[in-house]
């Protein structure tokens, strides 16, 4: 049976039963081996997430790439798959361990990760699942996940690759460590925010005269334990007569020299600064050109460490009970009130100053000396600078690149170890007998590093531990209990998916992958870091372009949080407005370098745009002969060009010179120029304008051929069709079945392969059909028409009454307007035309002007002029009133002062269009005035 649509779009109908069928028929597949390749990985999802709105643009504008490019003959792969998330995750699991009263020490490591991996199995999948609700056309069968057995291989492979080429080591160094995840973080894992605190003065009485001293001002006093030295600026002229001599720390009674160093900022606090080189990364530096003592005085959760002062040369340690396992922040408070006690705090000012913490968390982080793992990472940025600078990989837009090379630029040794459980455990083992550790049967001295056995470093059996130490011939072995960083095999990802360190067909055909789209908050975190890595491991560029795009806000531009309850769940929306709306409205907004401000109500505004097309393509169907829709593809190979009319050649140029710019946008990135395009036009031209048109071919009202006019209209929404399917794939798929239905059979996923709207030519604009002619007249002709229409509505006369419509117009528009005059009629409700070439213009009577025709519209045919003044007077009055306010309160500098930049530009906005809309209404005042001057009821 012939497919029919339904009256009404229902997208909870359609939406549910296509992509299964998508999916079965194998069409997320790469399926050309022979045409051009087209490749991308998705950013991996973090498997503790949910969609959010961040996720659901990403992957709405790459499904857009990948479906454009499918149609465009590419050979096209788009490997999904999950990131393991390593703290993200083992919080979840602990926090579900706490609630049942246990924690994972108690539980073990092997037993934790067992849980974690159970986890993975009922949770870690929850947001794949949820973009196949978005409609993303990735290739299933390749699925990845960062910890799974292939990628588990990769990570290893790199570890050793890096190792051999001299690009890994192990030292101890002050890193930033999260007391709460108790484990190391990279540099760019730590979130600086302003925050207000306060600056304290501390006197440190002076070694050999304690009656004077040097006051230092410091926003951690705690940390004041593990001072090592008091540094001044060599050229202050204010302590030159200290340098050299020793202060008395206060409350632990260490002697500490005066140093001079010209990091000493001479305008901050007094000028002399407290260095503890074992938690302040400055007063690291300085340490080490003075050769400082390290003393670290916290635990690994920021306690105070009592065994940190056990070598202390000094009498009882009275104090130090007092201190011994405290939080960092309770020390601080204790510290305090000791120097308050012995009136050693001079005095307390508020300072704000940033504070660094954790990105997963949120703790405040630490800086604290452990031995940790880092990859050399100069030699592996330079050529990654390179390939960008060179052109062989595009940033877009532009000016990300200078971010990216800033960061590049100033880059220092990558962080890779963490002290967690669930990860890549570092492949390295060590010799129990003499420290050397063996990686790849290769043994190296630990060195320095001070590797101390654990509690969770017990010798674990592997199957690639080392039989037998090299260096020593021990045999018993115990393994690194660290973990790599997560972004550590995210940046082996374009490659690892593709089946390296083997050298698959995947690597060969669709290395380097086409582009990556991303968000720019992870430009440091992972593109930098895959591009260093797919220059080291695989001598290529893993991408050639990198799309960055900006954040999704709120309609005021705030960022969406649920603290601020300004957040919109995607599921929520895709719920309610369909998913194709939904995917329409996130590609019209995307503009290069913008931040996309979202509203409910743009979403609700382009769910009618798919009602829109719906009952366009009703009204086509239900208009289209069976004979017409049996001839399949090629409808208006059989019709003369002699035989359209100007309306059919300039919906034809119009679709020519659409098809042009939509791929010229799409090409080049720009998703909302795309999206704008195919809604201009298909609601403005083909719905607007031409299906009216058409009603007066099909009614034979001009008197040519219907079937031509049929021809016409199912060409023009079968291309439609086609352009909007990669913003549309749903209700596109949906209406294209019924298109193709030939009263025959229904095409099934079973019955044919190619029966998708998504494996269809994409369109390419057909040159024979841009006239620009047509596009000219019908252009002048739809101005005239909008003009009467304009006319009427500032008259405020009812749609339904027809008027006489006088123009005065000369040349070959006269002759032209008479013509289309069955258009006027129909589309304007003119009762009657009449054309002046000369003599007087009508009196009484509404004016327009088109270009140099002139439109009159006889007061006859007008409502009563005086309710009409009556009626906008009061109107101008109602909004005036409304301006009134909010000008009021654009007034009130309380309000400028107090309120968000966003809120007060929504103001201006109000009033803005207050400000139109008043001279809108006084014009047609002006106008209805005017008329009642010359004699009008």
Same mark, same amino acid.
């Given at each position: ?138 290739? &299933? ?58 600056? &304290? ?205 800033? &960061? ?530």
């Amino acid at each position: 049976m012939t497919r029919r649509i339904d009256k009404a779009y229902s997208h909870k109908k359609v939406e549910g039963s296509w992509y299964a069928r998508w999916s079965d028929a194998g069409y997320f597949r790469p399926s050309r081996p022979s045409a051009h390749p087209f490749s991308m990985v998705i950013p991996p999802p973090n498997i503790t997430g949910s969609l959010h709105m961040g996720h659901a643009l990403n992957n709405t504008l790459q499904d857009i790439l990948c479906r454009y490019k499918r149609m465009d003959g590419h050979n096209v792969l788009w490997v999904p798959g999950t990131d393991h998330a390593g703290i993200a995750t083992q919080n979840v699991v602990e926090r579900q361990l706490a609630n049942q009263g246990m924690n994972r020490v108690q539980l073990g490591r092997e037993k934790f990760v067992e849980q974690v991996w159970a986890w993975r199995g009922e949770a870690g999948s929850t947001i794949l699942n949820q973009l196949k609700a978005l409609g993303v056309s990735c290739d &299933w069968s390749r699925e990845s996940f960062t910890m799974d057995e292939k990628r588990s291989t990769a990570v290893k492979e790199a570890f050793v690759r890096l190792w051999k080429d001299g690009l890994l080591y192990r030292a101890e160094r002050l890193i930033n460590w999260c007391p709460r995840c108790r484990t190391a973080l990279a540099d760019i894992e730590v979130v600086h925010e302003e925050s207000d605190g306060h600056l &304290w003065y501390i006197r440190y009485p002076l070694l050999d005269e304690p009656s004077e001293g040097l006051v230092v001002a410091t926003t951690r006093p705690e940390t004041m334990l593990g001072d090592t030295a008091v540094a001044v600026h060599p050229d202050d002229k204010r302590y030159q007569h200290f340098i050299g001599r020793r202060v008395r720390l206060p409350i632990v009674g260490r002697s500490i020299p005066v140093i001079s160093d010209s990091f000493v900022d001479r305008q901050f606090g007094t000028g002399a600064l407290k260095i503890t080189p074992g938690h302040d990364f400055n007063d690291f530096e300085i340490g080490e050109r003075h050769g400082l003592a390290r003393i670290g005085i916290f635990d690994d959760e920021a306690r105070i460490d009592p065994s940190a002062f056990k070598s202390e040369d000094l009498e009882p340690q009275a104090w130090l009970s007092r201190y011994a396992l405290k939080d960092r922040f309770d020390a601080r408070r204790l510290v305090l009130e000791e120097l308050e006690e012995k009136r050693l705090l001079v005095k307390r000012e508020p300072y704000r100053h940033a504070l660094g913490r954790c990105y997963r968390c949120s703790t405040v982080i630490e800086p604290y000396s452990t031995p940790q793992w880092f990859v050399k990472i100069k030699p592996l940025a330079e050529p990654a600078i390179r390939a960008v600078k060179e052109g062989r990989i595009r940033i877009i837009p532009e000016g990300w690149a200078n971010s990216y090379f800033a &960061w590049m630029e100033n880059i220092k040794d990558w962080c890779i170890s963490r002290q967690i459980w669930w990860g890549h455990q570092i492949p390295a083992w060590y010799c129990q007998s003499c420290e050397a550790v063996n990686i790849s049967n290769q043994a190296d001295p630990v060195a320095s590093a001070g590797f101390k056995l654990t509690s969770e470093a017990k010798p674990i059996v592997q199957h690639q531990r080392p039989t037998s130490c090299p260096r020593c011939g021990g045999g018993k072995f115990f393994q690194d209990p660290d973990v790599l960083d997560t972004w550590f095999s995210s940046a082996l990802w374009p490659f690892s998916t593709l089946g390296w360190p083997e050298r698959t067909e995947d690597l060969k055909t669709f290395y380097p992958t086409s582009v990556l789209v991303t968000g720019f908050d992870i430009l440091f975190f992972w593109v930098a870091r895959m591009i260093m890595m797919g220059i080291k491991l695989m001598g290529d560029i893993p991408f050639h372009d990198v799309y960055i795009h900006a954040l999704v806000r709120d309609q005021e531009g705030q960022k969406m949080s649920k603290s601020k309850g300004n957040v919109i769940d995607p599921l929520d929306v895709m719920s309610r407005y369909g998913t194709d709306a939904f995917r329409f409205t996130l590609a019209s907004m995307t503009a290069i370098g913008r931040d996309v401000k979202l509203a409910e109500e743009r979403i609700a505004g382009y769910q009618n745009f798919v009602n829109k097309l719906w009952n366009a393509a009703r009204f086509v169907l239900m208009n289209v002969d069976q004979s017409v829709r049996l001839e399949g593809k090629g409808y208006l190979e059989s019709v003369p060009d002699k035989e359209l009319n100007l309306a059919d050649r300039w919906i034809l140029s119009r679709l020519a010179s659409t098809i042009d710019q939509a791929r010229k946008a799409v090409d080049s990135y720009r998703f909302n120029d795309f999206a704008h395009t195919l809604y201009q036009f298909t609601w403005h031209e083909f719905c607007d304008w031409y299906i009216e048109m058409s009603k007066l071919s099909l009614s034979g009202t001009l008197g040519d051929n219907p079937l031509k006019t049929q021809r016409v209209l199912i060409t023009v929404l079968e291309q439609v069709l086609l352009l909007l399917h990669p913003l549309m794939p749903f209700a596109t798929e949906e209406i294209w079945q019924t298109l193709i239905s030939d009263g025959q059979k229904s095409i099934t996923a079973a019955s044919e392969k190619e029966w998708s709207i998504m494996v269809q030519p994409y369109p390419k604009a057909n040159a024979r059909w841009i006239q620009p002619e047509a596009e000219e007249r019908v252009g002048f002709l739809t101005q005239v028409i909008r003009a009467i229409r304009n006319l009427r509505t500032e008259m405020n006369c009812p749609p339904s009454r027809q008027i006489d419509v006088s123009l005065f117009v000369a040349g070959h528009d006269l002759d032209f307007l008479r013509s289309q005059e069955p258009y006027l009629r129909t589309l304007a409700r003119a009762g009657s035309v009449k054309y002046l070439t000369r003599g007087e213009r009508p009196k009484r009577a509404a004016t327009a002007v088109v270009g140099t025709t002139e439109i009159y519209l006889p007061l006859t045919d007008m409502p009563n002029l005086c309710e009409e003044e009556s009626r906008l007077t009061k109107e101008v009055s109602k909004v005036e009133l409304e301006l009134a306010r909010t000008q009021k309160k654009l007034d009130n500098q309380g309000f400028l002062t107090n309120a968000r930049e966003e809120v007060i530009e929504k103001e201006r906005k109000k009033a803005e269009e207050f400000e139109d809309k008043i001279q809108t209404l006084n014009r047609s005042l002006k106008k209805i005035q005017e008329l009642q001057v010359q004699g009008g009821p």
